[in-house]
Structures are given as structure tokens and as C-alpha cells.
């Protein structure tokens, strides 16, 4: 199996990495992959990917690829990741800028399914909980 | 004597509230208000204050995720203008509504055509806002304007043994524009749990998210959180823990059967609002603790310290 990856200006600069450095305002060829993002992240553990290698993904123009991972909606914006990042990107802002990506793509992509959860479920849910995770998770 | 705002009269004070303490969280209201009447503050509610937001927008085109938060700023310039010996400034004790009310008051005070905007928004409202009111947390106007050491004197029964870890989760001390303390090892908590009498204890979590919202659809993701902060707490033989956010606080406690499940041996520990520990500690009665709405009942380890 051919595993060589070419990185190549063309996707580094391509329109994918352009867009989410506009919508997170955050420079995303600044990383150099140091990973402390990742090992200071609590929500890592039940990430199918880890925010150093989402910003590497970015970098790469692998729309498709970090569209479709769990881990973007895994974070929950602690900013503990921001506080810690050497080069000063800030990473929640550019997993926000991820979900707007997925939740802006033409039809209704929400990841929170509320009506889903049983009648019990939603009631002892403060409402707290509830605004913030529709703020954060659905268009 | 800071305490007063001249002779005899109570200092006056804007309080905003926010969802939850008005649902789920009475607990976190009546112990606020209550433990700040025997500080002699007089706290008043907003007149319409309306939803903080919840969450901060992290995206660069976000003027109108302020609207909500910054019209509370107008709230606060309207009760400013009618009631004499009040400040242009108010009090939330929800650390949530403190991060997003916060971030967004900094941000238009940063950046004056979104300010402009903003008010072109809210062209319906008498007052416009001009990035002149402060946002204070309950734990900083308590440090900065009662002062500890002033608030130790109103305790009438010290919480003499009580081991209390202090969690303060993400949204007080981050991003450090918002934080009123030591970003990666904050200590007012302790000091406030200290002038209580109480006994901080140190653990390794205190700074720890404690996975927030996504409680909504994935409980067993906070189920180990829960177990892992909680768990360390109980490693450092606390009592119980306090908190400053009802998310936190519903996490923590409410989430705990699901720890124990994932975990068997899981120990389950009270979860408690500062505010409750110190209208405890000021002498006030069940009406202010409201300790029936805690899902780990906190009366065992009180009882067992002589507190109940």
C-alpha cells in the first residue's frame, strides 16, 4: 500500500485552509505540531482525533477528512488548549470554524438530536446545559 | 468601612441572575442573596435582564452573538440611573454568565464599530451603551470590595474541619482576559473557604473541565470526567466540593450515578455552591441552603463535623 503522503503548497494553500483561517481569525500554518494542545485537552480521550493533528488536517486542506471525525464536536471550548499553545493559536476557534463549516454546507447538519433524548432525559437537564449545546452544536 | 455605603444604609448592589439559578439552581440564588444581605449588600435584580448567551461565539463574525449579553449592559445603565448609591456595575455568581457577559463587555469595549453597530441594532432602546459598566464575579467582589478578612467577622458558626476542595472548571480563569486570579492555579476560592473556617484541600483537578454541555447527549462521556475530578478529590480525603457554575454543579453531582457505574468504586461526595457554605457559615437557615435540591445529600459529612 502506497502510504507517501506529497504535501505540496497547493494544499497547504488551498481554499478549505483559507476558509477556516477567515471564519477562526487564527493562522493555521503558524503550528509546528508541538502536540501540547492535545496533551493538556480533557475531552481528548473520546476524540477519534487529536487537535494537533485536526490543526495538521486544516493545514492540509482534508476538508472531507476532519468534516466527517467526531472530535469536532467533541470539544467543549475549556480553552485550556489556547492558554498552552506556544505560537498562540487559539485551537477552540478553529474547531469552532470547523463546525461552521459542517453546519454551513447547504442542508441542516446538526449534531444534536434533542427530540431524540427521552422525556426524562430532557427534563432534569438545566437549561444551562441545554442552550449551550444547541449554541454549539446545531445551525 | 467598606461594607457600607454611608450611615447605616446597606451597600447597593445589580445582580443578574442567569437561566439556571431561576430553574434547576435556586440553590445558588437564595444562598447568594441571602449570605450578601448579612454582609450588609443590598442586592437588587436586574430589571428584563435576558439570556447572557451561554456561550462565547469563538468565530470572527460574531457582532450579533453580543446583542443578548451587551443588552444587559443597558439594564444595568437603567437601574444605575433610578436607584441612588448604585454603581455602574453588577454582580453574577454563575460563572457562566460571568465568562460570556465578561468577554462580550471586552470585546465591544475593544472594538468600536461593533459597539456601533450593536447599538444601531438596539436603536429601540433609550439608553445606548458606551462599554462603561463592569462585570464582577460574586468571589471578586467579595475579595475586592467586602474583603475577606471583613467577611470572616459576620461568620457566626465557623466551618471548623470541613475539608472543602475548591473546583473551578474552565470559564473563571479563562481566557485570562476574564480571569480575576492566577489563570493556571487560582487561590480566592480557598481564601474564601479559609475565612469560613473551613479547611481547603488541594487536588490535582481543580482546573479540569469538566465536559460541560455535551452532558446534554453523551453522559457517559461525563461520567468520566465526573470520576476522574471527583475522583480526585476524594483522593485528597475532602468532604465535599464547591463549585461556581450550575453546569459544573449538575455534572458533578447529578452525573455521579453514572460514575458509579462506570466505576464501582466510584465514592459519592456532596457538591455544593460557595454561596451555600457561606450562608452555613453566616448562620442562615435551610431556606437559604436549600440542601434538598443537591442530588448527594450533603448533610452525612456535615452531620459528621458537627454542622448540621
Known sequence: ?139 | MPLMGNENKPMKLAYYPGCTLKNQATNFDVSTVSSMAKLDVEVEELDRWNCCGTVHALDSDNVMNRVAPITNMIRVKEMQAKTEGMAGEFMTSCAMCYNTLKRANIDVQQRADALETINELLYLEKTKYQGDVEVLHLLEYLRDRVGFDNLAKKVTRPLKGLRVACYYGCLLMRPKEVAFDDAENPTIMENLIRALGATPVEFSHKMECCGAYQTVDKPDVIADRTDRIMGSASEERADLVVVSCPLCAFNLDYRQDDAKRLNPDFNNMPVLYFTQLMALAFGCDEAALRFDLQHIDPLPVLKARGLD
Open chain 1, 1 to 139: 500500500m502506497d502510504t507517501t503522503l506529497r504535501i505540496t503548497s497547493a494544499h497547504a494553500g488551498s481554499s478549505f485552509t483559507a476558509r477556516i483561517e477567515k471564519i477562526s481569525g487564527q493562522k493555521l500554518l503558524a503550528c509546528y505540531q508541538c502536540g501540547k494542545c492535545s496533551a493538556g485537552c480533557p475531552m481528548a480521550a473520546h476524540m477519534d482525533v487529536l487537535p494537533n493533528r485536526m490543526i495538521r488536517m486544516a493545514q492540509l486542506g482534508m476538508q472531507q477528512q476532519l468534516l466527517e471525525t467526531k472530535a469536532i464536536w467533541m470539544c467543549v471550548s475549556c480553552l485550556t488548549c489556547n492558554s498552552r499553545c506556544p505560537k498562540g493559536i487559539k485551537i477552540a476557534e478553529v474547531i469552532e470554524a470547523l463546525r461552521k463549516a459542517a453546519l454551513g454546507g447547504g442542508e441542516r447538519n446538526d449534531n444534536l438530536k434533542i427530540m431524540e433524548l427521552t422525556p426524562e432525559a430532557r427534563s432534569v437537564l438545566p437549561p444551562i446545559a441545554t442552550i449551550s449545546a444547541m449554541r454549539k452544536l446545531t445551525s
